[in-house]
């Protein structure tokens, strides 16, 4: 039995050999994201070729989701929005965005969305580029709570990016914020990716707490098409066991959904 919600697992330096993309595709995972924010065009392009082929000898599609690391400020223990900046693509983004949409990534995760103007500037990008790629924007920043309407009108998709997030809003803030999103989503039928720090304990734990497993259950619960691993696939100790995991978590969430009335709640 398979869960109808997705798991977006981050590739990275724990599982970019075939055999452990291979037990994850196998074991729950949905959808590869590649974070540019880290790794060289070389190691990316292995990762690309490594999912196409294990997803291929699965019989399994795998899309690949980009996601542009935008105009941040890399520091010691994590990085923060540069304020500073006019636009949101950096010149960076434009390069990695050639070689993604060269490489056959399926989908591109625009970090930072602040209106819906950032979310077209990317499409008119792409144009310029020869290929447009569906869009998923990252709600990270309070600018773009406040534009939310307009976002996902133009968006293919969102991420609730909750690490920047809770950055730019008051932290005991971030689930209630998580559950009106998933709601103005369902609203417009765009899917939704509930992301940032759901198994974090299983970087170097081979079981997550309690707390964890129950944020899964309540993204789900509230709608969530997808919930994400960020540094728990892409450089953790237990990759192929956060994917089990959160199978296991989903499918028992998925199991009460009957038991609540998601559309009359919104």
Not at 9 to 34: C, N
Not at 186 to 212: D, Q
Not at 254 to 263: C, M, Q, T
Request: aromatic share 4%; proline share 4%; with cysteine.
């Amino acid at each position: 039995m398979n869960s109808k919600a997705q798991i977006v697992a981050t590739i990275g330096p724990a599982t970019k050999d075939k055999e452990i993309l291979k037990e994850m595709i196998l074991h729950g995972m949905d959808v590869a994201r590649l974070n540019f924010s880290w790794g060289t065009y070389e190691e990316h392009s292995n990762y690309i070729k490594n999912i196409k082929e294990v997803s291929l000898e699965c019989g399994k599609n795998i899309p690949i989701i980009q996601d542009l690391s935008g105009p941040r400020i890399q520091e010691t223990n994590g990085h923060e929005f540069n304020n500073e900046v006019s636009q949101i693509l950096t010149e960076k983004d434009l390069n990695d965005l050639k070689f993604g949409i060269e490489s056959g990534v399926d989908y591109i995760a625009m970090s930072f969305v602040g209106s819906a103007s950032d979310v077209v500037l990317l499409k008119d990008t792409m144009n310029t580029i020869g290929k447009v790629l569906p869009i998923i924007s990252k709600i990270e920043r309070k600018i773009a709570l406040k534009n939310l309407d307009e976002i996902i009108a133009v968006s293919d998709g969102v991420m609730i990016a909750r690490g920047d997030l809770g950055h730019e809003v008051p932290i005991e803030e971030i689930p209630f914020i998580e559950k009106d999103i998933i709601s103005k989503c369902k609203v417009a039928k765009k899917p939704v990716i509930v992301a940032t720090e759901m198994m974090l304990s299983m970087v170097k734990k081979s079981t997550p707490t309690r707390a964890e497993i129950t944020d899964i259950a309540y993204a789900i619960i509230n709608g969530a098409d997808a919930v994400m691993l960020s540094e728990e696939s892409a450089q953790g100790e237990y990759p192929l066991e956060a994917v089990k995991i959160m199978e296991l978590a989903i499918i028992e969430a998925e199991k009460h959904l009957p038991n609540f009335d998601i559309v009359n709640s919104l």
